[in-house]
Each structure stands twice: as C-alpha cells, then as structure tokens.
C-alpha cells in the first residue's frame, strides 16, 4: 500500500524548491497523519509508503517519483501542530 500525490512542475531540477516553497513536506505529514486515523478506525495500522509522482508541465513532458527524508516529513509534522496550536 502507498499514497501517491502528483505534482506538476516547470522542471524537475526544481523540485527541492517546489518543497520547500510549497509547502509538500507538511502536505505529506498532514495526508499519512489522516490516513492513519482512517486505519485505526478500521482496526489496521499500517504506514503506507508516499510517492510524489512529479510531471513537467512542458513537453517532452518528464516525470520521476520522489519521497521525502523522514527528518523532512517529521519537520512538516512538527510545523503542522504549531500551525495548529497557534489556531487554538
């Protein structure tokens, strides 16, 4: 099982920035966080590998997949609860 987000991009020689900029580090946090309430909720506990499927907007078109280091997921993590304890 995995969850796959797909991304399109200008180039992928971008895609650290896009990271960075946009963002998808606490975007990935925040998905696996939901999708592992659902799996407790049915009684599974599984983690699930991410993938982000990255597609140039222009031709020829080039696509890769990328994941995250857990240190980079777990720093979306922790942004993700400020952001939420400064809603609070």
């Given at each position: 099982?995995?969850?796959?987000?797909?991304?399109?991009?200008?180039?992928?020689?971008?895609?650290?920035?896009?990271?960075a900029n946009y963002g998808y580090h606490?975007?990935?946090?925040?998905?696996?966080?939901?999708?592992?309430?659902?799996?407790?909720?049915?009684?599974?506990?599984?983690?699930?590998?991410?993938?982000?499927?990255?597609?140039?907007?222009?031709?020829?078109?080039?696509?890769?997949?990328?994941?995250?280091?857990?240190?980079?997921?777990?720093?979306?993590?922790?942004?993700?609860?400020?952001?939420?304890?400064?809603?609070?």
């Open positions: 099982d995995f969850i796959v987000d797909v991304k399109t991009i200008d180039s992928l020689e971008n895609w650290s920035k896009h990271v606490r975007q990935q946090a925040f998905y696996q966080s939901g999708d592992q309430h659902i799996e407790r909720f049915y009684g599974r506990d599984s983690r699930k590998e991410f993938v982000f499927v990255v597609v140039e907007k222009q031709a020829p078109f080039e696509a890769a997949a990328f994941t995250l280091s857990p240190e980079t997921v777990g720093a979306g993590r922790d942004e993700n609860l400020n952001a939420l304890l400064e809603l609070a």
